[in-house]
């Protein structure tokens, strides 16, 4: 095994072709989060953007995109903004994770949304949950119909909510590909009065995520497209949403909406219509992405698994890592209390904040 650590811009044609070939074999690689392009963006964004090239007698067998963090404490591309990550391999090739990441000289991996049905992960697992899909395979008016049947009082809101609007507008539209600097402002501007006012860490307080989203924006290839998205009311913009889409996938990542037309949820309304521009344009879902929100299991059809976990190979780091790893499995393995509760919500905590300020 040959184990190269690479700029994923510095990547040579035939690894981009076998990147694509790669994701292009296994319908779990659908998301934008699994092109080579949203890695390239990502080292637009961060420095320490790379990508683990591994071989096996001079054929490239696979592909890991990171952040290697400070001292090489290495998360999934986005850090804690990735809502999936994984291995990008050729399909059947079983990868021993830790021995790659040895090679690499990295001495921990922690990953949170990686795909459970990918075995190297299986082992380090320490969680799993799901991300919520919306099912556009057979079309938008099949994915309507199947929540209807499944969903019949959240889609009546919805139709009240179209109803209300038509009613309190003169026109409205939606705009698939919206790329005025307003758009992106608003759609921050009202992330950041969220999060202060629901106490959570505003992610737009640290450099890198502003610059990875204006990367994503002006970034668009066969394979990969950024998107700004907005529902506008009487010609002002009363919803936002920014991600990005595959040929195959659209990853709904940043919505955000204008709170004195909360009476017609345009949050809502956008979703739904980004759905029947998805549809139209061939795409076979909308990730969600994983999280406890009531609207995500309204218009979702399916989820799919995701794991939490880490790799830690022989270091000082290493045994950091493992240390905090036993303490909070001892207070989870005691009847639950409010301390075992508190332990466990600060270590996840402490993680998700390190991933942010760790570029």
């Known amino acids: 095994m040959q184990i190269e650590l690479k700029k994923p811009s510095t990547l ?6 076998a990147w694509r070939a790669f994701t292009d074999a296994d319908p779990a690689m659908g998301s934008p989060y699994f092109t080579h392009e949203f890695a390239e963006c990502c080292e637009e964004a961060r420095d320490d953007t790379r ?17 290697t963090g400070h001292f090489g404490y290495a998360r999934p591309l986005a850090g804690p903004l990735g809502d999936v990550q994984g291995l990008i391999a050729e399909p059947g090739y079983l990868v021993d994770l830790a021995a790659w ?3 690499a000289h990295i001495p921990v991996f922690e990953f949170h949304a990686a795909l459970s049905s990918q075995a190297a992960f299986a082992s380090h697992a320490l969680a799993r949950q799901g991300s919520w899909m919306v099912d556009l395979t057979d079309g938008f008016d099949a994915w309507y119909a199947q929540r209807q049947a499944v969903e019949a009082k959240a889609m009546r809101n919805v139709r009240t909510r179209y109803n209300r609007l038509e009613k309190i507008a003169t026109e409205y539209s939606f705009v698939m590909a919206d790329n005025r600097p307003e758009a992106l402002e608003a759609m921050i501007g009202w992330k950041r009065a969220q999060y202060n006012e629901t106490g959570v860490f505003d992610v737009f307080s640290v450099r890198w995520t502003r610059r990875l989203l204006e990367a994503v924006l002006k970034r668009e290839s066969d394979e990969f497209s950024g998107m700004c998205s907005t529902l506008q009311i009487d010609g002002k913009i009363a919803a936002v949403h920014v991600g990005m889409s595959s040929r195959r996938q659209c990853q709904f990542w940043f919505p955000a909406f204008d709170r004195d037309y909360n009476q017609v949820s345009p949050g809502l309304l956008m979703l739904v219509e980004t759905a029947k521009t998805c549809a139209g344009m061939g795409m076979s879902a909308i990730e969600l992405g994983p999280g406890d929100f009531r609207f995500k ?5 399916y989820q799919i698994g995701i794991a939490s976990g880490f ?3 022989p270091s000082i780091m290493g045994m950091v890592r493992q240390s905090s790893a036993a303490l909070t499995r001892s207070f989870e393995g005691k009847p639950e209390t409010a301390l075992s509760r508190l332990t466990g919500k600060a270590m996840r905590k402490i993680d998700r904040l390190a991933g942010f300020y760790a570029a």
């Open 297 to 301: 299991k309204e218009m979702s059809s």
């Open 51 to 67: 990508v683990i090239v591994a071989r096996e007698k001079g054929v490239i067998k696979g592909f890991l995109p990171l952040q």
């Open 12 to 17: 040579s044609d035939a690894e981009r072709q």
């Open 101 to 103: 990441l040895k090679a």
């Open 311 to 313: 790799v830690a190979n």
